[in-house]
């Protein structure tokens, strides 16, 4: 094999190359690289970030709604606990108002009894007065003191 003068130019070509890409070209390949490499790497770091953070989140939502969830059971139980006060104090209300009533209605029933009373009393007069004025008119004997008696029990 001889070398001569195209392999030895070839050669020092292939060096010149091989420097002048590693001073040059090679270096912002490696950057470029490097930088692809960091935005990858921060990339996957602001993706866990967010994992995180939406775990996070979900667990305050989650304590959140069971928080919203007891205070709306504690806000239907107090309502719930008001209905029955309001209704028993409406069933009082109306025992009372009924009480009154009761009491209004035998007040109104003993008046219309004295009232009745007093009418019977009055015609019971009348009619004793009107039975001794017939008394006192006839002559008395036997049969006409039983006839007159009944005329005056058929007016009552």
Do not use: C
Not at 14 to 31: D, G, H, N, R, Y
Not at 54 to 78: D, H, M, Y
Request: hydrophobic share 50%.
């Amino acid at each position: 094999m001889y070398l001569n003068a195209t392999l030895l130019a070839q050669i020092t070509v292939f060096i010149i190359l091989a420097l002048f890409t590693m001073k040059f070209v090679w270096p912002p390949i490696v950057k470029a690289l490097d930088e692809r490499a960091a935005k990858i790497s921060e990339g996957l770091a602001e993706a866990e970030r967010g994992r995180q953070s939406l775990a996070r989140s979900s667990r305050e939502a989650e304590e959140t709604l069971r928080g919203g969830k007891e205070k709306a059971a504690e806000v239907i139980a107090q309502a719930e606990r008001r209905a029955e006060q309001i209704i028993e104090q409406a069933k009082a209300d109306a025992q009372e108002e009924a009480g009154k009533v009761v009491a209004a209605a035998k007040a109104e029933i003993a008046r219309e009894e004295e009232r009745m009373r007093e009418s019977l009393r009055g015609r019971v007069a009348d009619l004793a007065v009107a039975g001794a004025e017939k008394i006192l008119r006839r002559e008395v004997d036997a049969r006409a003191h039983a006839d007159l008696l009944a005329a005056i029990s058929l007016d009552l």
